[in-house]
């Protein structure tokens, strides 16, 4: 089943001790995405990437990094989190960037205390 | 910075009415689209307009683009509970990444 899939579903983390969120898809995608969602500011794009060993940043990029070392994986870093991180993470990906719509991830519910 | 903007922010209607959502956004887009949301879960691609089209049909969607008003349009005939969702407009800007930006999304809630 062609998929995006994000690990962990939910996580509770204390300041500061690193984290990764997982994302993996398994259709060949050129193009991946992370997004955070918050109550009443919508999805806000974190990073993107357009092929491999090629990233950029987002609107939000602060206090997040990423790689690309392969085509089906994009995991997200979080180097030293924060309470201000807590949020819904999604992790999205598409083959031709923005024009067959993109296939979105189950989601990561991360709390930060 | 986000792009599109939907309105309403909210929507309540009855089973078998229409919901029309609107979206608006600022600078020359290369395609407009139009996802669902189930409460806490994935957003799912309904639906893609190019900037050279001006109105698509899926199913019981109908999605129109005013280039000129730098607006979009979704309209779910005959609505049901099932359709009750957040529903958000992404925009690519002209000549920019092809990674599409979200608005904040118009939730729609029917009642059966």
């Known amino acids: 089943e062609a998929q995006v899939t994000q690990n962990p579903r939910y996580l509770i983390t204390v300041t500061g001790k690193k984290l990764t969120v997982t994302c993996s898809q398994n259709?060949?995608?050129?193009?991946m995405s992370w997004y955070r969602q918050d109550p009443g500011l919508g999805l806000r794009q974190i990073y993107y990437s357009m092929n491999v060993e090629v990233t950029d940043k987002g609107d939000v990029p602060e206090g997040y990094k990423v790689s690309r070392k392969e085509k089906r994986n994009f995991p997200l870093i979080l180097e030293s989190p924060s309470p201000n991180q807590t949020s819904l993470y999604f992790c999205?990906?598409?083959?031709?960037?923005?024009?067959?719509?993109?296939?979105f991830g189950s989601g990561t519910r991360l709390t930060v205390v | 910075s986000q792009q599109g903007e939907e309105d309403p922010q909210a929507l309540s209607i009855q089973e078998g009415e229409n919901a029309t959502m609107n979206c608006s956004y600022k600078?020359?887009?290369?395609?407009l689209q139009w996802y669902r949301q189930n409460s806490g879960r994935g957003l799912v691609h309904l639906i893609l307009?190019?900037?050279?089209?001006r109105e698509k049909h899926s199913g019981r969607l109908r999605v129109t683009l005013d280039t000129s008003k730098k607006s979009s349009s979704l309209l779910i005939t005959a609505s049901r509970a099932a359709d009750t969702a957040s529903y958000f407009c992404a925009t690519d800007a002209a000549g920019g990444s092809y990674i599409p930006t979200f608005g904040r999304g118009t939730s729609l809630i029917v009642h059966p």
């Open positions: 259709m060949n995608h050129e193009y």
């Open positions: 999205a990906s598409s083959s031709t960037g923005a024009l067959n719509g993109y296939t």
């Open positions: 307009i190019r900037s050279n089209e």
């Open positions: 600078t020359s887009i290369n395609n």
